[in-house]
């Protein structure tokens, strides 16, 4: 099988031998020393400023979103949530249901975020806003630079998903003021799924400290209190967390964080000049680097998804909801080369000649 | 490194061979069908009445302990929690938390749960008891066919965690009547850790339906209409969880569940009289068979872990707090054999020759 959703992805060798060995105890000075590390190589990864934390929660991406909203947040706050997609709708459910005061901005199918859509919430009395960097169900990769400049100005926390674009699309935290970034183990770090990861400005860290905890599990005070001495409050997965370890080391031999988002963008532009005069239409006029949606025109997506997985043992990513017969996801993080990019070119060419791409 | 932790624990090889393939994605019918065979072996094993579910959250044991605190529960309900340790103190805090009515019967360490610290509780309106079948921390086994008499004489529902127990103790949840039953990936089913699993009887899945969310990624109503279509709903972790199907499937190809737990027995068992004669004594008068808790009398029982880590690569389970130099734990789930049984011992008496335990 050849992996190219947006994660799970495929892993490289060291992360799978890993995964072949027997889960060591965690209680040990051993691992704290690895989760030290992991902990220095994120911040620094991330660019984050002076004073920051990382933590490592075992549970998907939306914990930590989750996490981030019930204890960096609290019922005083009023957010700007940018909603341009299921990951966007999802901090909107979250301060729902958490009872953050929020504004929404929706915006239509891969329209763009621009200031237009953000001035009219100058001086509004609002204290933070949310934003999926990439939103991973369209492919958009938003304006952050423009974000962060209207956030400094008006002195806005800037809380930022990352999931699917750290390691991928150049982030620099510290430049951009970013108070909070999330990401997870099983996109451009490329280990199974199973954690997420937070990094935590001082500013953030200092509300983290003044806020109640709304959830035991999730909550970051435990979470920051027990990385002190490299542990976690909870039994973590251990597993993942010392993969993590294998590939952070592996990203410094490789060059660092810029040479790896350099990579993934050089495999995009590969597949994205692969595929010209087939008939895909780039959905994202703004796509990340970790993903390509694909518009179809006479095929349903949905069945390229199943016909590329059933027959050519090629995974691509489906959409869900209204667009799964209309878009399909390519993506380009994980252990994927160029030659990669041509056998899954090979195989939708083959799949036109027979018809069943039109 | 030979581990008698209690979890972390050994896997056997066809669990470590699945850790060293790529992870699949996982929005397809084949991991549904996975995730059914899940569902439908833990419900079997458990002994669950007829319509019950069992759902898998992707975080630690205390993930799903929290999850059914704040969505089988609610603050209309009275709970009686039983806290015979850490994990028990566990249930204590996540009911202060979630702001749950409870009245907590404290143990002394080690003590045994009687009629007489029940009794006095009848007819006062409790609606719940929640119990830790194993308490971890200290090696204590409840006796569940007294608390489930308890419960059913006065329509209490019974909540058992049996993240140490299942697999390596008796447990027939619909004899006893329990609601819920809650255990970890990394206990007696040997699989890394990372995924808890919850089953719920018809009447706990009828309180989840009427309680409101109180954690989006904990929501258990979440999980059990995703579960409907062999899905979760967020990206679980998937490699763990293809991992629990094989072993469930390997617990099934020898013998079964009441197979198992008669391995696990007979392991603790081999252990105990190993150790006739040497300076221990056994803490728990009613011990799990998954954890043998030790009270050292001359040297410090946290000295013994590190020494037996460091100088002979075995680990056995520390305690934390007050009994950090009083008591150590010695595991018996997970890939463990009486011939590894030898060797523990064989490291011991070898530091009681060196003067290293008195």
């Not at 990352?162 to 970013?178: C, E, H, K, N, V």
């Amino acid at each position: 099988m050849l992996n190219f959703t947006v994660g799970p992805v495929m892993s490289g060798e060291a992360v799978r031998e890993i995964g072949s060995h027997q889960v060591p105890y965690f209680r040990t000075p051993e691992f704290s020393e690895v989760m030290f590390h992991n902990e220095q190589l994120i911040l620094q990864f991330a660019k984050a400023p002076a004073g920051s934390r990382s933590v490592f929660i075992t549970g998907s991406g939306t914990a930590s979103m989750e996490s981030v909203v019930m204890h960096v947040l609290s019922p005083r706050d009023k957010a700007i949530v940018i909603n341009g997609g299921s990951f966007g709708a999802r901090f909107v459910q979250l301060c729902s249901l958490h009872q953050i005061p929020h504004h929404e901005v929706k915006l239509n199918f891969c329209e763009p975020l621009t200031e237009s859509h953000l001035e009219p919430l100058a001086n509004q009395g609002f204290t933070a806003l949310l934003v999926n960097m990439g939103e991973t169900s369209t492919g958009v990769l938003y304006d952050m630079p423009m974000i962060s400049r209207f956030c400094k100005q008006h002195g806005i926390l800037l809380i930022v998903d990352a999931i699917s674009t750290f390691l991928a699309d150049p982030f620099d935290m510290a430049s951009l003021g970013a108070d909070v970034m999330i990401t997870g183990s099983q996109k451009a770090l490329a280990c199974p799924p199973g954690v997420s990861i937070i990094v935590l400005s001082p500013r953030a860290i200092e509300r983290v400290n003044a806020n109640p905890d709304v959830c035991l599990y999730l909550s970051l005070k435990q979470a920051l209190l027990n990385g002190e001495r490299g542990q976690t409050p909870w039994t973590p997965a251990v597993g993942t967390l010392l993969q993590i370890n294998a590939r952070l080391n592996e990203i410094v031999a490789q060059g660092g964080v810029d040479a790896e988002v350099q990579r993934v963008r050089e495999l995009a532009r590969d597949f994205r000049s692969k595929i010209a005069g087939m008939p895909f239409e780039m959905a994202s006029p703004a796509p990340q680097n970790g993903v390509t949606s694909l518009r179809t025109s006479g095929t349903s997506a949905y069945d390229i998804f199943t016909i590329l997985k059933d027959e050519y043992h090629i995974w691509v990513c489906p959409n869900g909801g209204e667009l799964r017969d209309h878009i399909f996801r390519v993506g380009h993080i994980g252990a994927l080369t160029p030659s990669d990019n041509t056998t899954l070119v090979e195989a939708m060419k083959n799949m036109i000649t027979r018809g069943l791409i039109k």
